[in-house]
């Protein structure tokens, strides 16, 4: 698992690449930590390059739009395949993001 988090167009953009699954979800989460204290930003997290997330991983996007957008920041998931998608359509959490 590969995390990238660059600026662009003034938003912040976390590029994953690999599998987000339990085995890698710590060290994803530490490498995501910056987003948690964005403000004035928009976070894009693109998903272009996932190939999988777990239950785990949903949560470390759950933890920071949580931590973000009561500083009125929105998280915005960008360029989700099919197996992704199907995870966030069945934990409900399509309802929760963004999707660009």
Known sequence: MNVTI????????????GNLNTAVAAETEKAMNPLNDVEGKDI??????????????LRIFLGILQNV??????????????????????TGFSNIFEFI
Do not use: M, R
Not at 11 to 17: H, Y
Not at 71 to 89: C, L
């Open 6 to 17: 660059q600026e662009q167009d003034g938003n912040l953009v976390a590029i994953l690449k």
């Open 44 to 57: 894009i997290i693109d998903c272009t390059d996932l190939e999988y997330i777990s239950s785990a991983g």
């Open 69 to 90: 957008e009561e500083k009125g920041v929105h998280v915005y998931i960008k360029g989700a395949n099919d197996a992704v998608n199907d995870v966030f359509t069945i």
